[in-house]
């Protein structure tokens, strides 16, 4: 017992004196503000991150879950900009922060937020009801084309991910569809399992349990490569037995939402360096990668010149199609 | 009877000493959230997330459900002795609810709600049991314009049976409309009626009215009054609470209906709110002449309560079968359920039997944990109304202005707090009822989302609400509901007209 204390306090000594000397640590409880309400996917994804924190003892000082998902989580980014340079403040979110100032008058910029790091990337399907006519994704566009507008395709919100990539189908496949924008992805989901729509573009995870119970199949995932290898999920098919909707025919090679983390702008490099090494620690953790495998999201970490490398790519080519569709605000 | 056997194994897994444990310590939680009005079930609940992390599905889902078992009944309690409503489910409680506490009889509103609530909480667990299969294939079935007829029902079974001036209601309803489209609608993705203001980006938050109407408002009333409460003389004998519950038997109709307008809303997404409103409507249409409704009568506690505890129990079917919160501490908990790696959908029943049955074996325990509990409280609480006002007065300011603001921790929220207890003292000064404005808010921005994916589905046509057995038949019955009562009271008149001519 006594042998522990004085590793312990040695050990002490040694962490705040290299504290002191070479890098910034938290010095009040840090804020986990998030972009969205109270059981959404970005909720869970820093709910996740806090659970991993407090198992491994990531970080000495607490953490506080907020959210503040008004307004599509522009209510969490307006918050940002109004503690400039608090270095006590992490915002969670997707690609939202800077997709959403460009179809929507916003209080904020994405000048306002630096990125600290992307920990995962969900996928996007196109799932349609187990008993469709349709045995892949070729023959789903063209029925579409037979009935341009009339088959309907649900989706979470308006102008959001989901109704980017259903306008980016249309713009490359010259099918069209008629959206119907829903509250959150688990109900379009169920929506898609009673017949009320014909087909979505949800998350693996917010189709999950319909697909196991075979209610629903997927046709095809936006990536450029399958997705990980899994146990049959629903028959003997798993995710990795998925195809990629560019063997389907579909001209889409990759549409994919970063797991997002966020500072205030005005923070000093070492203070991002701290929690773009705290999210990297956490990211290597087994709880981490059991989250990522639960919720079939495709784990990447992503940080530094990366980072801005793919929010540059996925910027421009998603304010394309909002060009295209006559979206961009003002 | 297969479920029976599931259900026993269920017990196996609920009745440990740690299991019965949590859920004591869950149920108290639950009560203090569910008291302080705003800080509520949804946020309670997420405050306890991160503790379940390490604690194995079947504890965590114990613990979690039975703290928003217990923030359930405790919001009945602040809502029948200071006409502030602790959750948004126990508004419909206050109609009834406060003036009979006002009346000194606190003990017997208190006992009511809370046996009733207790009685409609079993009915839940009883039909989840029994129909789960088939509940989770029924709720399928539901698309944008069977949501819009649910809404539309409730709206109408409210309405419908008003007792004030029409205009009024209308313009109280339409007020309620109104602000139920502030901030950033999901089918258009354009913010409405923020008028630049990033305050209200999220909307008018529902909580944060409802304490400023009934809270606020009551005070001024009572501060106008004289510096007393109104008729506070309440006696306080546990031979009261007996005595009430011996009474309970008498008001088995509206029990049952207020069940199964429960356990409806419940399963169907309305959520407990909606059912808590409809119920008091139908009750105040279908219940014997006797003391009139909103100044103290039995059914007006019994009928909201059992609704709301019917349903929110209720509730817990969708999400787990189909992954579809229908109440906002619903979506908290499934959000917990796939952090514990635990996949909510059809094939949930089959591949974690023991954690379902589990979690539904503990509802039958927990609900009369909580009910024990809370009758405890009783005279403690009954006792509060016999402190002077001078005392009582400001700590209930307190409470609604702390409320107010745990609801989203903004101090824009404090200001529409003093607004709307301005707009409620007014309200009732003028006598609009401030019902109507209440519901339109809950309801309005649901009703009006499903209303608009129905037409983006139909393009444009009113037929598609006619368009199946079960979403005509719902449309059909709420028409009735506000036609028939109308046509009832216009023959009533032509006939007393017929024979004061006769007699002429």
């Keep these: 017992m006594k042998k522990t204390s004085i590793t312990l306090a040695v050990a002490a000594t040694l962490l705040s004196t290299v504290g002191a000397f070479a890098q910034w640590v938290p010095e009040r409880p840090v804020e986990f503000v998030v972009a969205s309400g109270p059981g959404g996917g970005t909720d869970n994804f820093a709910r996740t991150i806090q659970s991993v924190i407090a198992q491994h003892n990531l970080m000495d000082q607490s953490v506080v879950v907020l959210n503040k998902g008004a307004g599509s989580g522009a209510e969490a980014f307006i918050y940002a900009k109004a503690n400039n340079a608090n270095p006590h403040k992490l915002i969670f979110g997707t690609n939202n922060v800077y997709l959403l100032p460009h179809v929507a008058k916003m209080a904020y910029t994405s000048e306002d937020l630096v990125p600290v790091a992307a920990l995962a990337l969900d996928e996007f399907l196109i799932w349609v009801k187990a008993d469709a006519p349709y045995a892949d994704a070729a023959e789903f566009i063209a029925a579409a084309k037979a009935n341009p507008g009339s088959l309907p395709v649900g989706g979470s919100q308006s102008k959001d991910t989901d109704e980017t990539l259903v306008a980016l189908i249309e713009q490359k496949t010259g099918a069209e569809f008629k959206y119907v924008p829903y509250n959150g992805g688990g109900e379009v989901g169920v929506q898609l399992a009673g017949g009320h729509i014909a087909a979505n573009v949800n998350n693996p995870n917010e189709n999950l349990g319909q697909w196991q119970a075979g209610a629903i199949k997927p046709l095809c995932v936006f990536s450029d490569q399958r997705m990980a290898e899994s146990d049959p999920v629903h028959g003997d098919t798993g995710w990795h037995d998925i195809a990629t909707c560019t063997e389907a025919g579909i001209d889409i090679s990759s549409y994919q939402m970063p797991r997002t983390v966020w500072l205030p702008a005005g923070v000093s490099d070492e203070q991002l360096a701290f929690y773009v090494d705290l999210m990297q620690k956490v990211s290597e953790t087994p709880e981490w990668q059991e989250y990522v495998a639960n919720t079939s999201q495709t784990g990447r970490f992503l940080a530094g010149e990366e980072l801005s490398a793919f929010i540059d790519n996925s910027e421009t080519s998603t304010v394309e199609v909002f060009k295209a569709e006559g979206w961009t605000a003002q | ?504």
Excluded at chain 2, 244 to 252: D, F, G, K, M, N
Excluded at chain 2, 470 to 483: F, H, K, P
């Design chain 2, 1 to 504: 009877m297969e479920n029976f056997g599931l259900l026993m194994e269920g017990f196996q897994v609920a009745i440990t000493p740690t299991h019965l444990a949590i859920m004591v310590i869950g149920v108290m939680l639950g009560l203090v959230v569910g008291v302080l009005p705003g800080l509520g079930a949804p946020n309670g609940v997420s405050l306890l997330i991160p503790l379940t992390f390490t604690m194995d599905p079947v504890s965590a889902i114990i613990l979690l459900a039975s703290m928003y078992w217990g923030a359930l009944f405790g919001g009945s309690t602040t809502s029948i002795l200071f006409n502030i409503p602790g959750e948004p489910s126990s508004v419909a409680t206050t109609f009834d609810g406060y003036p009979m506490a006002q009346k000194g009889q606190s003990t017997r509103a208190l006992t009511l709600a809370f046996m009733s609530a207790g009685i409609g909480a079993l009915v839940g667990v009883v039909v989840i049991t029994l129909l789960s299969t088939w509940a989770a294939g029924f709720a399928l079935r539901f698309g944008a314009p069977e949501y819009f007829s649910v809404y539309f029902l409730a709206f109408c079974a409210f309405i419908g049976m008003g007792s004030s001036a029409p205009l009024k209601t209308i313009i109280s309803l339409l007020v309620g409309l109104a602000l139920s489209t502030v901030g950033m609608d999901t089918i258009t993705g354009t913010l409405r009626l923020t008028y630049g203001l990033n305050e209200l980006m999220g909307g008018v938050s529902f909580l944060v009215v409802v304490i400023g109407l009934f809270g606020i408002g009551e005070i001024l009333m009572t501060v106008q009054d004289g510096l007393h409460f109104r008729g506070v003389a309440s006696r306080i004998d546990l031979r009261d609470v007996f005595r009430t519950i011996a009474e309970l038997p008498r008001y088995w109709a509206t029990l049952l209906r207020s069940s199964a307008i429960g356990v409806w809303m419940g399963i169907t997404p309305g959520g407990p709110t909606a059912a808590s409103f409809m119920s008091y409507g139908v009750a105040r249409q279908w219940s014997r002449p006797g003391e009139p409704f909103g100044k103290g009568r039995p059914e007006g506690i019994v009928a909201p309560e059992t609704a709301d505890h019917s349903a929110g129990t209720c509730a817990m079917l969708p999400m787990l079968a189909l992954g579809v919160p229908s109440s906002a501490t619903a979506a908290v908990m499934m959000g917990g359920l796939m952090i514990w790696g635990l996949t909510p959908g059809p094939m949930l029943f089959a591949t974690k039997p023991d954690f379902v049955w589990g979690l539904i074996a503990s509802m039958y325990i927990s609900n009369i944990v909580a009910v024990v509990l809370v009758m405890a409280t009783v005279p403690l609480f009954a006792a509060l109304l016999r402190i002077p006002f001078a005392v009582i007065g400001p700590v209930i300011v307190a409470i609604c202005f702390v409320g107010a603001y745990t609801v989203s921790n903004a101090t824009f929220d404090l200001w529409l707090v003093l607004l709307f207890g301005v707009i409620g003292y007014v309200f009732s000064k003028l006598s609009y009822p401030l019902a109507p404005l209440v519901l339109a808010m809950v309801l309005g921005h649901k009703a009006e989302n499903s209303f608009h994916q129905s037409m983006i589905l139909s393009d444009g046509s009113l037929d598609v609400f006619w368009s199946n057995p079960l979403v005509g038949s719902i449309m059909t019955l709420a028409l009735l509901l506000v036609i028939v009562p109308q046509v009832v009271k216009l023959i009533g008149r032509l006939r007393s007209r017929g024979t004061l001519r006769s007699v002429h």
